[in-house]
């Protein structure tokens, strides 16, 4: 499908309001503290809403363009905002549609409407992220400029042995700051294995602020894989909402290896019992690049696990930032929520900080996080070059020893090569 | 083949450990080091390898005719020299397999040799895991992650034969190992040992040296070696103790 002219969402944005010191949080923001966002992004910046109008020459050149191949089979391919049927490839089980929400008042998220519109009598509880949406606004501005996003429905009859790429094109066009929202519904007993990536078939560097929300029907099994590899210098803030219901489990994995500025929010509300999360990164960055993940997982009630593992490798200029957060409700027993952040320092001019939380109310809970900063260890490396493997090997043998951790926890073998890949360019 | 000249060495920190220490080893030879602790023992294998923590002050380190003491670890590794760690160092993430298979190759490629096939550094491992009577399953592991202390010591010794040097130096290779990992590790040491092929054996036992037959027994003490000979002084010194010199 090729967005039509005419149907140009109507946008009373005005653009001569300030959108930086309105939307864009400031240091002052404890969520932001060391991340400066109004450094990635310029002054004068002028945000629009994307219309997703492409015209078909355009369309065939990013369709044949050596910058990116699109892949052939199951591959849900987004440009600009708008969902390209002809270049897609949807498997069986899969519906996208359009969500039409007047009534979005821009502050919440789509998936409370979506959710109560599946099962009427459900009492849902997908407000547990409004503390979040009120301290950040860029949240709201993808909102605001994404007026009808899309909902990807995962159904029974979906066949787990297929991963799906999701693409987010942008050709930047409409302007610097490019926003872009979906979400994911899991039905329940559905095993998905999602890999979104965002592309950018510009000319110059852009922003790219997407959001996904995610619902896991109960007994469903969500696995997210995404991989950050811009060439293009291009920054992104990269924002999950995943409730989830009974039994269902997910398991996200994010691997950052390049672009200006990386965000990853992620957050997860483990609302029914025997809820199980997994949020692990990997990230290798070796020029300028700025990381910064932010975790938070709620556990809202009892018997629900969690599991953070984040392994990053910082040399060059790069700096860096994790914050994770475990919040366990009063009524939240027999939780168990782990985290740990490893942080390997390569470079003297790289720096990162690591800012753990426990937040805990309940007192029959078991909670842990750990967190290392340190350099490559001098005696590893000499045990390694006293048997034939030269300096430069051997750092490199133990970066990869480093980041096996996480990169072990993918699943699928086919995704798990691919990211080796990534990683290591073997 | 190596040759140690009057050799000062001190720490990073300017700690002077070895005092004009004098050893020479030919080829074929076996030479047995005992000494107390703190005497400087350890401290000479890591230097003979390369380790940058110490500095070389003064002497001459010898190699095959070759100066080595500006060499870097890996170069003295490519032309033939081994050091089986005291405390061998756990690598996560890392496993043995692999880790053997990357340093064989990357010895070739220092000697200007042709990488060897998959097919013959499977036949070498097989070869050398069954002298040393370790499962293959045991290669997978991450290199001495949650080895025991005699797995750690035996894989040492499987990689020692895998690399196949002209000198390799065991430093400390009996200390906590029961009697029949001892034997292991002796008879590995033995598989390896031909007219070629020379050992410094760091120990403070004489229990290694019924298995390994020593052709010199040397006392290090206080940086420097204080008395050579047959391997008579270490049954002397494990009946008197160091006293007796």
């Not at chain 2, 190992?177 to 020379?198: F, M, Y």
């Not at chain 2, 040296?209 to 006392?219: A, E, R």
């Amino acid at each position: 499908m090729i967005g039509s002219k005419k149907n140009q969402p109507k946008f009373n944005f005005d653009k001569k309001s300030n959108f930086i010191s309105d939307f864009l949080p400031s240091i002052k923001n404890e969520d932001w503290r060391y991340t400066n966002l109004k450094k990635f992004i310029p002054e004068n910046t002028e945000v629009q809403p994307l219309t997703g109008y492409i015209e078909q020459e355009k369309l065939d050149k990013i369709i044949h363009s050596n910058k990116f191949k699109i892949p052939e089979k199951n591959c849900i391919f987004f440009l600009n905002g708008s969902l390209q049927e002809t270049v897609s490839d949807i498997p069986q089980g899969v519906l996208i549609k359009k969500i039409n929400d007047k009534t979005n008042n821009n502050r919440t998220l789509y998936m409370n409407k979506v959710a109560s519109e599946f099962s009427a009598d459900e009492k849902n509880s997908y407000t547990g992220f409004s503390s979040f949406l009120e301290k950040n606004k860029i949240i709201e501005l993808n909102t605001l400029l994404t007026s009808s996003p899309y909902i990807i429905h995962f159904d029974r009859t979906f066949d787990s042995k297929n991963n799906i790429k999701i693409i987010h094109g942008f050709t930047n066009e409409g302007g610097w700051f490019n926003q872009d929202r979906c979400l994911y519904f899991i039905e329940s007993g559905c095993e998905v294995y999602i890999q979104p990536e965002v592309v950018n078939f510009g000319k110059h560097d852009s922003v790219f602020n997407i959001v996904s929300e995610i619902i896991c029907k109960e007994e469903a099994n969500l696995n997210m894989y995404m991989g950050q590899n811009d060439p293009t210098n291009s920054s992104i803030i990269n924002t999950i909402f995943c409730a989830q219901e009974k039994n269902s489990e997910s398991n996200f994995n994010i691997f950052s290896v390049n672009g200006k500025l990386i965000r990853n929010n992620v957050l997860v509300n483990l609302m029914n019992e025997n809820c199980a999360s997994s949020i692990y990164g990997t990230s290798l960055l070796e020029n300028k690049e700025h990381l910064d993940n932010f975790i938070v997982i709620s556990h809202l009630v009892e018997n629900c696990k969690s599991n953070q593992l984040f392994k990053s490798v910082y040399g060059g200029e790069t700096t860096g930032s994790f914050c994770g957060k475990i919040y366990v409700e009063k009524n939240a027993q027999q939780t168990e929520a782990l985290q740990q952040n490893n942080n390997l320092m390569i470079s003297k001019k790289a720096s990162v900080n690591a800012k753990p939380q426990l937040e805990i109310f309940a007192d029959d809970v078991v909670c842990s996080h750990g967190c290392t900063i340190g350099a490559i260890d001098e005696k590893s490396l000499f045990y390694l070059r006293s048997r034939g493997v030269p300096e430069k090997e051997a750092i490199k043998l133990l970066i990869s020893g480093f980041l096996t951790d996480s990169i072990s926890m993918i699943k699928p073998e086919r995704i798990r090569d691919e990211v080796k890949k990534l990683f290591f360019k073997e | 083949m190596l040759k140690i000249k009057n050799l000062k060495v001190n720490t990073e920190t300017e700690i002077s450990i070895l005092k004009g220490l004098n050893l020479d080893v030919n080829e074929g030879e076996v030479h047995a080091i005992m000494g107390p602790n703190g005497s400087g023992k350890s401290t000479l294998a890591s230097v003979i390898s390369g380790d940058p923590k110490y500095v070389i002050k003064e002497g001459v380190l010898e190699f095959l005719g070759e100066d080595v003491s500006e060499m870097d670890p890996e170069e003295r590794a490519a032309i033939g020299l081994f050091l089986s760690f005291q405390y061998p160092v756990e690598i996560p993430g890392i496993s043995l397999n692999n880790f053997i298979k990357t340093a064989l190759n990357q010895k070739q490629k220092s000697l200007g040799l042709e990488p060897f096939s998959a097919k013959e550094i499977l036949a070498r491992i097989k070869e050398n895991a069954n002298a040393l009577k370790i499962n293959l399953d045991f290669i997978k592991r991450s290199v001495n992650v949650g080895f025991s202390g005699g797995e750690k010591k035996r894989a040492e010794i499987f990689q020692m034969l895998m690399l196949n040097p002209k000198l390799s130096i065991l430093d400390e290779t009996d200390s906590g190992l029961d009697i029949d990992a001892l034997k292991i590790v002796a008879s590995g040491v033995n598989k390896l040992r031909s007219e070629n092929n020379s050992f410094i054996i760091i120990t403070h036992y004489q229990r290694l040296l019924d298995y390994i037959k020593p052709d010199f027994v040397h006392v290090l003490s206080d940086g420097k070696i204080i008395k050579s000979g047959g391997p008579e002084i270490a049954k002397m010194l494990e009946e008197k103790g160091y006293d007796w010199i």
